[in-house]
Nanobody
Framework: QVQLVESGGGLVQAGGSLRLSCAAS????????MGWFRQAPGKEREFVAA????????LIADSVKGRFTISRDNAKNTVYLQMMSLKPEDTAVYYC?????????????????WGQGTQVTVSS
């Protein structure tokens, strides 16, 4: 069992930056690939970024490529999502998730554990 808690969301103006954190507890954090997803009102959950167990490989959605970066610190059991040049369309609830496979994946159905989400609102 893995428990995930996101933090760092908030209200920011367009063009601004935020860094989301996801702290994990329970089973060994380094055994899991980690992902970030987001869901805006009335829309399906959308893949944002994922990172391999070791952190050696990442996958970034085209919609945020060049603006968002995913990283992890296995010593701190934490995964981060650095978001820059934020746009109003980035407004959503952001979720982190853990996946026990050995590759990074976009499919939310592959993820085993989810956090409760943190709201990010970007004003124009």
């Amino acid at each position: 069992q893995v428990q995930l808690v996101e933090s760092g969301g908030g209200l920011v103006q367009a063009g601004g930056s935020l860094r989301l954190s996801c702290a994990a507890s329970g089973r060994s954090f380094s055994m899991y690939a980690m992902g970030w997803f987001r869901q805006a009102p009335g829309k399906e959950r959308e893949f944002v970024a994922a990172i391999l167990r070791s952190g050696s490989k990442t996958l970034i959605a085209d919609s945020v490529k060049g603006r968002f970066t995913i990283s992890r610190d296995n010593a701190k059991n934490t995964v981060y999502l650095q978001m820059m040049s934020l746009k109003p369309e980035d407004t959503a609830v952001y979720y982190c998730a853990a996946e026990s496979g050995i590759i990074v994946v976009k499919d939310p159905l592959k993820y085993d554990y989810w956090g409760q989400g943190t709201q990010v609102t970007v004003s124009s």
